[in-house]
Nanobody
Framework: QVQLVESGGGLVQAGGSLRLSCVVSGTIFSINAMGWYRQAPGKQRELVAT???????NYADSVKGRGTISRDNTKNTVYLQMNSLKPEDTAVYYCHAQVVISPRTLVEYTFWGQGTQVTVSS
């Protein structure tokens, strides 16, 4: 089974930084787009940043200039560097990946991690 495991979350003061990591493991032929979403209490899950296999990126307006998404294909890992953190960034951050399991069908499936809590104190 494909698994996505996030790490790097925690408690940080406003203005600080965190780097989130997500490792994808299991039966994998290829990983296409990867990304990060977050869900704050009482709010819908929202996109934070995505990165394609060609390393094209896009960011939510709220994190532009503060967040950087990157990936290491040799480690099946995606990262999210967050700087100048604000209390509004407090949320559970979920890793997302579009994974091709079978080299025969090349069908893409969506997988989610369990999430890592980011809490930014003021």
């Amino acid at each position: 089974q494909v698994q996505l495991v996030e790490s790097g979350g925690g408690l940080v003061q406003a203005g600080g930084s965190l780097r989130l990591s997500c490792v994808v493991s299991g039966t994998i032929f290829s990983i296409n787009a990867m990304g990060w979403y977050r869900q704050a209490p009482g709010k819908q899950r929202e996109l934070v940043a995505t990165i394609t296999s060609g390393e094209s990126t896009n960011y939510a307006d709220s994190v532009k200039g503060r967040g950087t998404i990157s990936r290491d294909n040799t480690k099946n890992t995606v990262y999210l560097q967050m700087n100048s953190l604000k209390p509004e960034d407090t949320a559970v951050y979920y890793c997302h990946a579009q994974v091709v399991i079978s080299p025969r069908t090349l069908v893409e499936y969506t997988f989610w991690g369990q999430g890592t809590q980011v809490t930014v104190s003021s």
